[in-house]
């Protein structure tokens, strides 16, 4: 309805201009918008107001003449009044709402769809945890916000990949290998010291416990020179580090499932360092002058495309950095022909989108065919006090415990409750209230109300794919013409969910 009667709206404006001798314009700054006050109509617009300051007259004036060149073929419009400084506030008649209900029943659960995607490519790369812990509430946060992303960029008309990268190479999965090594030594009777940068969660004794299980005895590692132990330690940790992430990420799997994401590509960081990929890029770029030794150390020239310094992309060390692996994964997904790329990343990577968005441009694609979206910390409550989480020390809620707990649409109802670049309180016994202060269960009992009805009309023969027009003109009470309004607005809120 808003935008049948802003074209229309448009229309009149153009005649005006033609009909005075004036150049035809564009009116980007016109808003037709619903009035806080139902007295003022069902739609209002400034567009006198914006057209007088283009022409230099009055907006009152200029509001008259708009309404004596509108034109409503359809008879939509029951009334149009002037207000204020020059405000146009439209009238809708009661039966033109009637054709929003036609289009709920004739489209059904596409109701709402559009083509505005046009068939353009988009890759969606979400949750992406290092697989060196289970997946905590942040972490479902975003997952439940990327998974949204993606189902209302599909259901405009895009199309959609969703990617997760795995982080399985660097530093913490080698401090992961460790971590499992020295537990499995404690479990074999030896004396450990366990390091405080060590992952210390009861997991790592699981996954001890479970490799011992699976693999004793050809797992064990040299003593002092025993050739009845055939494997170094740093074998043993690259072997440890290895069952650990792949049973960390398959763990990961199966709790995104339950919460009801999946992936259409698992993407292995490993892979374009196995692949040369990584190396060909440094070599790319140190040909082009992009990226230079000092120090001892490589440097990519991010400076030139807007960063505040330069940063480091091969350690003195002779190892790469992440960001190395990030220059290459980026160009990867650009080479695989997306028109696109969105990250969802935790709020703590803010820094980080400059460096990325410069290899980007540095690579040849426009940085405008990148885009961030940071989410905000969860503060995991309950009731009303907080639970203390820290991954490293393994004091932490996991995603797996939220879903026993509350269920998986409740907690991503909860999490989506508020804008993603606000802090979010969650709280595990507010989700389970049966009481209209939890939202979840406020909903939930409105769908089953609502189920109920569907149902006894189902058992009186009433079939909403088959309404007639007199069970639709009988929709006239106040209540009735309120909720078909609103009813109106899930087009345009998707549409403007989607740009």
């Known amino acids: 309805m808003k935008e049948k009667l802003t074209r229309m709206i448009l229309d ?6 033609a009909n005075g001798g004036a150049p035809s314009a564009d009116f980007p700054d016109v808003v037709v918008d619903e ?16 057209m007088a300051s283009a022409l230099k007259v009055k907006a009152r004036k200029m509001a008259e003449a708009v309404v004596a060149h509108f034109s409503d073929p359809e008879g939509i419009v029951q009334k149009i009044e002037i207000a204020g400084p020059g405000f146009i506030n439209f009238f809708i008649d009661p039966s033109a709402w009637f054709q929003v209900v036609r289009s709920v029943c004739r489209e059904d659960v596409r109701f709402g769809a559009s083509d505005i995607g046009r068939g353009r490519r988009i890759q969606i790369e979400f949750v992406s ?44 999965i080698h401090t992961l290998g460790r971590s499992l090594f020295l537990r499995l030594k404690e479990l074999c009777g ?17 996954l001890a416990f479970q490799m011992k299980d699976r693999y004793q005895p050809s797992f064990c590692w040299e003593k002092n020179g025993n050739p009845e132990y055939p494997h170094s330690e740093p074998e043993m940790i690259a072997r440890c580090a290895r069952y650990a992430a792949g049973t960390i990420l398959e763990g990961m799997r199966k709790d995104l499932e339950t919460f009801g994401v999946t992936f259409d590509r698992w993407f292995s960081e490993q892979s374009l360092y196995d692949s040369g990929a990584v190396d060909a890029l440094i070599a790319f770029f140190r040909d082009r002058k992009i990226i230079y030794e000092k120090d001892g150390a490589l ?8 960063d505040e310094k330069d940063r480091v992309v091969v350690k003195k060390d002779g190892q790469p950095t992440y960001f190395a692996s990030d220059i290459a994964y980026h160009k990867d997904k650009f080479d695989r022909g997306f028109d696109r790329i969105i990250n969802v990343w935790g709020a703590d990577h803010h820094g980080y989108i400059q460096r990325i968005a410069a290899s980007i441009e540095a690579s040849g694609h426009g940085r405008d065919r990148f885009d961030v979206i940071l989410v905000q910390l969860v503060n995991l409550l309950r009731d009303g006090k907080p639970v203390a989480m820290s991954t490293r020390a393994g004091e932490f809620v996991t995603l797996r415990d939220v879903i026993d707990e509350v269920g998986a649409d409740a907690a991503r109802f909860i999490f989506l409750t508020r804008h993603y670049d606000s802090p979010l309180e969650f709280d595990l016994e507010l989700a389970k209230r049966q009481s209209n202060e939890n939202p979840v269960y ?13 149902g006894k009309a189902g058992k009186r023969g009433v079939d909403a794919a088959s309404l007639d027009e007199r069970a639709i003109e009988s929709l006239k009470e106040p209540e009735e013409l309120a909720l078909i309004k609103a009813m109106s607005r899930y087009p345009e809120t998707v549409k403007s969910s989607a740009v």
């Open 129 to 172: 945890s290092n697989p060196t812990g289970p997946l905590h509430v942040g972490h479902g946060r975003g997952a439940a916000v990327g998974d949204s992303l993606a189902n209302i960029l599909s259901f405009c008309g895009y199309q959609v990949e969703k990617e997760y990268y795995i982080n399985d190479s660097g530093r913490q």
């Open 299 to 306: 440097w990519f020239k991010t400076t030139d495309f807007g």
């Open 190 to 206: 030896e004396p450990v010291a366990f390091p405080p940068d060590c992952y210390q969660g009861d997991y790592i004794r699981e």
């Open 12 to 17: 009149a404006a153009r005649c005006v201009f």
């Open 442 to 454: 406020y909903v939930q009992y409105v769908h089953a109300r609502i189920s109920s009805i569907v």
């Open 35 to 50: 009035p806080r006050i139902g007295a003022h109509g069902d739609f209002s617009t400034n567009i006198a107001m914006v």
